[in-house]
């Protein structure tokens, strides 16, 4: 029996149980940087579903009347395809800026009528970010967008 007063934790148990704890926060260390990366590219999915939604919702509503600070993607007459050769820079509302380095995303589209009788257009949108990243990058994501409309 020990004396009172006496009763200590020994070195070896105050080590093994500072090694448990630093394990579990090295654990929940790599599970907040995991969580801030998907965060991150969550965010990117949002905005780039905002400013496709924008400029395909612009297209549908007035292909003459369209605000000055939208891309002005073409429409073809016929059935040629309209597409971009060099990508557009946009943010994140899908408003045109001057350089990739304002830019949230790179746009690239390609418009075909699909049925010259009904006049319906096929819209492939494209984003990308960050636009200043390479095209087969890892960094870089891409948002794809498919959609129809009349012209009419």
């Keep these: 029996m020990k004396p009172f007063g006496k009763a200590a934790f020994s070195l070896m148990e105050v080590v093994l149980a500072l090694g448990l704890i630093s394990f ?7 599970l907040l940087v995991a969580g801030l990366k998907n965060n991150r590219q ?6 780039a579903t905002a400013a496709a939604s ?3 919702e612009s ?5 003459n009347n369209r605000p000055v600070n939208l891309p002005q993607i073409p429409l073809p007459t016929g059935m040629e395809v309209a597409s971009n050769t060099a990508p557009l820079y946009v943010d994140s509302g899908g408003y045109l800026v ?10 690239n589209y390609r418009v075909q009528v699909v049925d010259t009788n009904l006049d319906i257009c096929r819209i492939y949108i494209g984003l990308s970010a960050p636009p200043q990243a ?12 498919l959609s129809s409309f009349q012209m009419r």
């Design 54 to 56: 924008l400029l395909v």
């Design 98 to 107: 001057g350089s990739p380095r304002d830019a949230a995303f790179a746009l």
């Design 24 to 30: 579990c926060l090295i654990a929940l260390m790599g």
């Design 42 to 47: 969550t965010r990117s999915m949002v905005d």
């Design 134 to 145: 390479p095209v087969n990058s890892k960094e870089r994501s891409t948002y794809e967008v």
């Design 59 to 63: 297209l549908r509503a007035s292909t």
